[in-house]
């Protein structure tokens, strides 16, 4: 399976500020996702990351608040924008290959103060 | 609305206590289920993927199975090092059509004590 890193791991920061977190995967990939992770909650589907077009969001989340681009197939970013204590949370990245099944980055951890 | 449940929340066990997860589903046409092991910290590491009812995936001390409704992750004689949050998820068809959407459960947290 592909190996893949995200930058940062973690991070702290302000109330109405905006941190962009970079997925790297090795090799290339068809498809790239973005999910959330809050405490104590399932895994959420944010958007899928479209190489070359906008991302495709799910139900409650917008590009005005979570814009994502994807240059190529090996890279993508996700911009948490003014940002609010409710957006403290893990943050995912995740690529699809050949099958079904996704593998996942090792997560970002957000906390908003 | 696709849904999956999972039970128990957490689970304690002895070393060698073999025991078992589950995961209850509901999906508009099932494509697959998957099984996720989570450390903490760390993002979830893929374990197996189900594709139809009566199925099953074995890797180590870890065993997978599908019906219908629900799917199983049995534990045989767990170690330590077994210790995490297990995972599942689903993914259906969305309007009849596909989709690369997975819906999670919130996992069982399983502590193996020695």
């Known amino acids: 399976s592909a190996v893949i890193s995200q930058k940062p791991s973690r991070d702290i920061c302000q109330r109405g500020t905006s941190l962009t977190i970079q997925c790297q995967v090795d090799?290339?990939?068809?498809?790239m996702f973005w999910y959330r992770q809050q405490p104590g909650q399932s895994l959420t589907l944010i958007a899928t990351a479209n190489q070359g077009s906008e991302a495709t969001y799910e139900s409650g989340f917008v590009i005005d608040k979570f814009p994502i681009s994807r240059p190529n197939l090996t890279f993508s970013t996700l911009t948490v924008s003014n940002m609010s204590p409710e957006d403290s949370s893990i943050y995912l990245c995740s690529v699809k290959q050949v099958g079904y099944e996704q593998y996942f980055g090792p997560g970002t951890r957000l906390t908003v103060t | 609305e696709d849904q999956v449940t999972q039970s128990p929340e957490a689970l304690r066990l002895q070393e060698g206590e073999s025991s078992s997860l589950n995961c209850s589903y509901t999906?508009?046409?099932?494509?697959?289920l998957f099984w996720y092991r989570q450390d903490p910290g760390k993002g979830p590491e893929f374990l197996f993927t189900?594709?139809?009812a009566g199925e099953e995936k074995e890797k180590e001390r870890l065993k997978a199975t599908l019906t219908k409704k629900e799917s199983f992750l049995h534990i045989t004689a767990p170690k330590p090092e077994d210790s995490a949050t297990y995972l599942c998820a689903v993914l259906g068809l969305l309007y009849g059509g596909a989709t690369n959407k997975l819906i999670f459960g919130t996992g069982t947290l399983l502590a193996v004590q020695p």
């Open positions: 999906v508009s046409g099932l494509r697959g």
């Open positions: 090799s290339q990939v068809t498809m």
């Open positions: 189900l594709y139809s």
